[in-house]
């Protein structure tokens, strides 16, 4: 069984930043496809962004390009979403997703594991 918990959300100006974490209790993080999605009131949760199980392989909505960076750190069992630029429409809540084949895909039912959310509003 694989837990996460995220952190970093908040309330925050348009235009301003925040960098999301995702902490993994799983002892084989580093194998991992890890991916955050983020699903806004009404509706549905969609993927926002991916990375492969050694950083090497990395995907984005295109509605987040240029704005949002995943990136993670093995060693300390952790995936971090940077969202800079933050606009009204990234409102919602923000999960973090845990895939064990090594491929990075969209849709939610591909994931194993999420954690419960961590809430990003954005004021206009």
């Known amino acids: 069984q694989v837990q996460l918990v995220e952190s970093g959300g908040g309330l925050v100006q348009a235009g301003g930043s925040l960098r999301l974490s995702c902490a993994s209790s799983?002892?084989?993080?580093?194998?991992?496809?890890m991916g955050w999605f983020r699903q806004a009131p009404g509706k549905e949760r969609e993927f926002v962004a991916g990375i492969s199980w050694r950083g090497g392989s990395t995907s984005y909505a295109d509605s987040v390009k240029g704005r949002f960076t995943i990136s993670r750190d093995n060693a300390k069992n952790t995936v971090y979403l940077q969202i800079d630029s933050l606009k009204p429409e990234d409102t919602a809540v923000y999960y973090c997703?845990?895939?064990?084949?090594?491929?990075?895909?969209?849709?939610?039912?591909?994931?194993?594991?999420w954690g419960q959310g961590t809430q990003v509003t954005v004021s206009s």
């Open positions: 997703a845990v895939r064990l084949p090594p491929t990075i895909t969209y849709a939610t039912i591909t994931y194993d594991y």
């Open positions: 799983g002892r084989t993080f580093s194998t991992y496809t």
